[in-house]
């Protein structure tokens, strides 16, 4: 009879999770369907603000408490978030920051180490996209361990750098290097902490720590008043998310590739291009702000105080909205966007090739590792090829309109500048919106055909000019001879 009892209860007991599977499952795929998104993208976005009711659990329950038990929290909470996006597919990161611990541990301070971690956390990644390659954009396990990639290479840099000699290390690596020997608690803690587990931002161990110890706060032993400047962040990713919700059905990619688009005059197809080229990174800042905003309300975004002892909140920060709407250049844009990941390369990766004394060539290489992050596809290479020209002929147009006296009035005659500004930002974003367009299509197939019907467009005219503007340089900038005769 208990048998039978026991065993009628489990049937229910597993009839009750069946249906609420389905249940969630037919509940999601419908919101989803109304709101004219993916149910993966929906279920991105609700894991990404539950990290506010989570933030706010931490600074009630948890704030200075044990470290054991916030490690633990973050742990649970970001293997949660991971299941519900991902399923049973969370073991790909379970399994590499399991690996990873046991590469500190068993190789220590090594430069073995190091070059370990690098090679097996990025072929596992490759391997991750090879093996879900799809010519579309797909939410998959391979989305947040991108991130968690970065996370695992700095850490076993980091604990490198703990073992030199301080005198031996920058001021920068002093400031990230690892001293103790992190435990597999506080490995796993660092790895999913919800507020950047799916898309970032980057951030060292030691800065984690200081989070877990209390030390993030602008009210030395009380929870960091944090709670206004977390709101403005998460307000500011609302308004992009509303604004990219409503026109995403207007302005897509797949528009790019039908046969009405390259029916339009060239003039139209370069505007669609330029309007599109700005739109779709929109939702890369709503992401961002919003997951910036919980960094905040946790403490991890405190970076201390400004010259006036007003608190900074911006060490979580992946993006300077101002500078991103407002730059006239490429290279403001590179600096406004995805800030944290490009500290990362340049902390990790552009600073370390310093022993090939090229500066150029380590830029170089460090866009093609930044290609390969994102994945296999010949479009992310096409894209930081293009970003890699556009940024080498910006910079001789710029020394050009410095060093030539000409050049340097007409620039700053005042009436001028709203001109200069608007065909400023006109070619800024065409061509932004020209190099995202392989970026977003993936495939030599699709983004070919889009080239073709701008006639490749930014290729000729920056190839044209990094071959044409050192000549102009020649021509119109006075010798130092001639520059000390007419002082």
């Known amino acids: 009879m208990a048998s039978a009892t026991e065993g009628a209860v489990g049937t229910a007991v597993e009839l009750v999770k ?14 989803a369907t109304s709101l004219g998104a993916s149910e993966q993208a929906l279920r991105l976005i609700i894991s990404i603000f539950l ?29 949660s978030i991971a299941y519900f996006n991902f399923g049973t597919q969370l073991f790909h990161s379970l399994l590499c920051v399991v690996l990873q611990f046991l590469i500190l541990r068993l190789m220590g301070r090594t430069i073995t180490a190091v070059l370990t971690t690098f090679c097996f956390q990025m072929v596992y990644l490759l391997a991750g996209y090879y093996c879900t390659a799809t010519g579309n954009y797909d939410i998959k396990w391979t989305m947040p361990h991108c991130v968690l990639t970065l996370k695992l290479i700095g ?44 898309v970032g931002p980057q951030f060292s161990m030691n ?27 998460l307000s500011l990713g609302l ?41 779709v990174l929109y939702k890369y800042v709503t992401c961002w702000l919003v997951t910036e905003g919980v960094c905040i309300l946790t403490g991890l975004g ?6 006036n002892r007003k608190a900074k909140w911006d060490a979580c920060a992946n993006m300077k909205v101002w500078l991103f709407e407002t730059t006239p250049r490429f290279t403001g844009t590179i600096n406004s966007f995805n800030i944290n990941t490009n500290a990362w390369v340049s ?19 460090s866009l093609l590792f930044l290609a390969l992050w994102h994945g296999l596809h010949s479009g992310y290479l096409v894209c930081f090829q293009m970003e890699f020209l556009i940024v080498m002929v910006e910079r001789q147009a710029a020394s050009l309109i410095r060093e030539s006296p000409a050049l340097s009035k007409l620039a700053s005659t005042s009436t001028l500048h709203p001109l200069f500004y608007l065909v400023q930002q006109t070619i800024h974003w065409l061509f932004m919106g020209y190099s995202m367009t392989a970026f977003c299509l993936f495939t030599w197939d699709k983004w070919l055909k889009v080239y073709q019907s701008v006639y490749f467009l930014g290729h000729i005219v920056f190839l044209s000019l990094l071959v044409i503007l050192p000549y102009i340089h020649k021509a119109l900038v006075p ?7 007419m002082e």
């Open 51 to 79: 990290g506010y009711p989570l933030a706010l659990f931490y600074r009630h329950y948890l704030f200075y408490k044990d470290s054991y038990l916030i490690h633990l929290f973050h742990t649970f909470t970001g293997l």
């Open 302 to 307: 405190f970076a201390g105080f400004d010259e």
């Open 207 to 233: 800065h984690y720590m200081k989070l877990v110890q209390g030390q993030l706060t602008d009210i030395p032993g009380k929870t960091p008043n944090s709670i206004v400047p977390a709101l403005k962040r």
């Open 155 to 198: 850490l076993a840099v980091d604990y490198f750098d703990g073992g030199k000699d301080q005198g031996s290390l920058t001021s920068e690596q002093q400031r990230y290097a690892i001293r103790g020997a992190p435990s597999l608690l506080e490995v796993a803690g660092f790895s999913y902490f919800y507020g950047a587990f799916l």
């Open 239 to 279: 308004v992009y998310l509303v604004g990219y919700t409503v026109l995403s059905p207007h302005i897509t990619d797949d528009y790019l590739l039908t046969e009405d688009y390259e029916h339009h005059p060239f003039w139209f197809r370069c505007m669609y291009m330029l309007v599109w080229g700005k739109f």
């Open 347 to 365: 902390r990790y990766f552009f600073k370390r090739l310093k022993f090939l004394g090229n500066k150029e060539l380590s830029q170089g290489l």
């Open 18 to 31: 069946v249906l609420r599977a389905g249940f969630e499952e037919l509940s999601l795929h419908k919101l």
């Open 479 to 485: 010798r130092k001879e001639k520059l000390k005769k």
